[in-house]
């Protein structure tokens, strides 16, 4: 009889296909479901995102966090966040979405659209890093002189040690620091160890002009380079460019970058450090395609001069991919000379095609290959192998289904 009372009870228990969790105070939560809302007893402080401890004989409940995601930030060097806005479109932006139906990016604007932390004072740094006024020195040296010392360089360029001396670094570079100074000390000490490491680096303070999105004037790490200020400016605005952008010192033109070099190669031989002073020039756009199609990387391209072939520009983008159509591209190009400025081409991706030169305001469009095959057969049902077959002159259905095991598909095992 209680055997019976036991079964009875447990059908009488509706069942639940998905696994239960475990019943906490009465309420049971499922997984991917949020549990019911119950009161929390009065004096409990709640937890955004955390479950409150339950009193005995109370639910627990986990309220999801109401706060406010946060947008793209970036830590500046005084520790204060900005938020990272993308340029609004330009005009050719606007025209390409007209013309394609699609909203693309210059090439490379995702780089400056991510949070970039600044290098805190304890990140290490390269050894072509050059030694200059305000850099910390921490030298240890050991056997006939005893020294433990952190020192600053002052304003002439010289580290000053007591007892020691005064000797020049400034303009030495990070990896010949410990060499320099060794020779130095060595004409008037002997038989001693030497470490020489760099501590808390001076910062320099720079100005970033022209069409850039955040232009003003920035107090960065001394390790930075022109392209760390084009990081923290956020990149160009909708007419900056990404193919010349140039570092002025004293009035003159200390270097020229290509960011295109960066990012297609990882080029970073024009890349200079900065120093106290310098000015960071974002340069017009020069001349702009679009690429769009059977492609991957669909976006707006500049143009290092005035025309370039097409060759280069599937470099940029990675080369065509084997989706693409390459008896068929389709070029939109805008000629003022004519009554309707607006014309299309079509050529193939040979030889000629490849060097066909680009201009000012293509849109160049790479069609997708068919998706007929030229010698399928098509089996499909229940059937062990659903497959694409090769077809051969004189196939019959016997070719395809020789016996009865390949009528039994896999899901009846």
């Known amino acids: 009889y209680r055997l019976r009372l036991a079964i009875v009870a447990a059908l009488s228990v509706p069942f639940f296909p998905l696994a239960l969790a475990q019943v906490s105070g009465g309420t049971f ?13 009065a004096g409990q402080p709640a937890a955004q995102g955390a ?10 409940v986990i309220r999801p966090s109401t706060a406010p995601a946060a947008g793209p930030q970036a830590e500046t060097l005084d520790g204060v966040a900005q938020r990272f806005e993308p340029p609004q479109p330009g005009e050719f932006q606007k025209f390409v979405e007209a013309a394609t139906g699609r909203s693309l990016l210059p090439f490379g ?22 030694v200059g006024a305000g850099d910390e020195i921490v030298l240890r040296a050991w056997g006939s002189i005893d020294v433990d010392y952190r020192s600053f360089v002052d304003r002439n360029g010289m580290l000053n040690l007591p007892r020691i001396g005064s000797f020049n670094v400034a303009g030495v570079k990070a990896a010949d620091l410990d060499r320099h100074l060794r020779a130095q000390i060595g004409r008037l000490y002997t038989n001693f160890n030497l470490s020489v ?11 970033v002009v022209g069409p850039s999105l955040r232009p003003g004037v920035y107090t960065l790490p001394s390790p930075a380079s022109v392209l760390t200020a084009m990081v923290a400016a956020g990149g160009p605005a909708a007419n900056g460019s990404l193919r010349r952008i140039s570092l002025m010192r004293d009035g003159r033109s200390a270097a020229e970058l290509d960011f295109y070099d960066f990012l297609v190669s990882g080029d970073k031989s024009k890349d200079m450090q900065l120093a106290n002073g310098d000015v960071v020039v974002f340069h017009p756009a020069g001349p702009r395609v679009a690429l769009v199609g059977a492609v991957d990387a669909a976006a707006i391209y500049e143009l290092k001069s005035r025309e370039e072939p097409v060759r280069e520009l599937l470099r940029y983008a990675g080369g065509a991919p084997v989706l693409a159509n390459p008896n068929r591209v389709q070029l939109e190009r805008i000629d003022p000379a004519q009554p309707r400025a607006r014309q299309v081409e079509e050529f193939r991706l040979d030889e000629a095609g490849l060097a066909k030169p680009l201009r000012d305001g293509d849109l160049l469009t790479l069609l997708a290959i068919s998706p007929a095959f030229a010698n399928a057969v098509t089996l499909k049902g229940h059937v062990a ?3 694409r077959y090769a077809h051969r002159p004189g196939m019959r259905i016997r070719d395809l289904i020789p016996d009865r095991e390949a009528l039994v598909s896999p899901d009846f095992y």
């Open 51 to 60: 479950a409150a401890p339950a009193a005995p004989g109370a639910a627990t």
């Open 29 to 41: 939560t499922t997984p991917g479901y949020l549990p019911p809302t119950v009161q929390r007893p």
């Open 109 to 130: 604007a995702a780089f400056f659209t991510r949070p970039t932390p600044i290098a805190p004072d304890g990140a290490p740094v390269s050894g072509d890093y050059v």
């Open 197 to 207: 490491t760099l501590g808390q680096l001076r910062g320099v303070r720079i100005f």
């Open 385 to 387: 192998q659903p497959l």
